[in-house]
C-alpha cells in the first residue's frame, strides 16, 4: 500500500512541477509582452521626438541670405479683360497681354488678367469689369466688343484709371475720354500697351 500511495504521489509530482513550470513561463510571458510594448511605446514616441527636432532644423535653416535678386513689385496694377478665350495664343489678348508682360519687366507693375466666361454680353461683362475695378487698377486693358463697351463706360467715372480698348471696331476709331486709348488689333499692340502701362506707372510716382 506504501508502494502504490508512493508510486501515485511521484506520478503527481512531475505533473505538479510541470503545471508551476508552465505557470512561470506564461507569467514571465506576459511581463515580457509588457514590457514589449512599453519598449515599442517608448521607441515611437523617441521617433516622433526625433523627427519633430529635424523638421524644426530644417523649418528653420537657411542655405544662405535671401536672395537680393527676388523681383520686387511696384504697388500698381495693370490689368486685362477677355474674352472667353483668355490669353490664348494667336487671340489679340495675348498680344495685349505680351505688352503687358514687357511694361511689367521695364517698371516692375503687376499684371493680371480675367476672362469673362459665360455669355459673350455687355451685361455679362460687367461683373468682370467691377470685380477688376475693386482691385484699383491703374490701367485696364479691354478687349473684345462688350468688354471694350465696358471698360468706355467705366471711364468717364474713373478719371484716375487709364483704359485701353482693343475690339477692332470702327465705332472705336477715337478717344472719347482723356483716360482712354484705343489700340487697333495688329503688331502694333503690344507697344501700345506697353507704352501706355509705362506712362501710367511714371506718372502714378510708384
Known amino acids: 500500500m506504501k508502494t502504490r500511495r508512493g508510486w501515485r504521489a511521484n506520478d503527481k509530482a512531475p505533473e505538479s512541477r510541470y503545471k508551476l513550470g508552465l505557470l512561470r513561463a506564461m507569467t514571465a510571458a506576459a511581463r515580457l ?11 515611437a514616441v523617441l521617433l516622433v521626438a526625433v523627427v519633430a527636432g529635424v523638421w524644426v532644423h530644417l523649418a528653420g535653416r537657411q542655405d544662405g541670405p535671401p536672395d537680393t535678386r527676388a523681383r520686387q513689385y511696384r504697388e500698381f496694377d495693370a490689368c ?9 495664343q494667336g487671340t489679340d489678348a495675348a498680344s495685349a497681354w505680351q505688352g503687358m508682360q514687357r511694361a511689367s519687366l521695364e517698371t516692375r507693375a503687376r499684371i493680371n488678367y480675367v476672362p469673362v466666361t459665360g455669355a459673350q454680353s455687355v451685361a455679362n461683362t460687367q461683373p468682370f469689369l467691377n470685380s477688376l475695378m475693386q482691385r484699383h487698377c491703374g490701367v485696364l486693358v479691354a478687349v473684345g466688343a462688350p468688354q471694350a463697351r465696358v471698360a468706355r463706360d467705366a471711364a468717364a467715372n474713373h478719371a484716375e484709371v487709364r483704359f485701353v480698348l482693343v475690339d477692332g471696331a470702327s465705332s472705336a476709331a477715337r478717344d472719347t475720354e482723356k483716360n482712354v486709348t484705343v489700340a487697333q488689333p495688329g503688331d502694333a499692340l503690344p507697344d501700345t500697351v ?3 502701362i509705362e506712362r501710367a506707372v511714371e506718372a502714378s510716382g510708384q
Request: proline share 0%; no cysteine.
Open 194 to 196: 506697353a507704352a501706355v
Open 80 to 88: 486685362l479683360l477677355t474674352g472667353d478665350k483668355g490669353i490664348a
Open 33 to 43: 509582452s509588457r514590457d514589449r510594448r512599453a519598449w515599442i511605446a517608448a521607441g
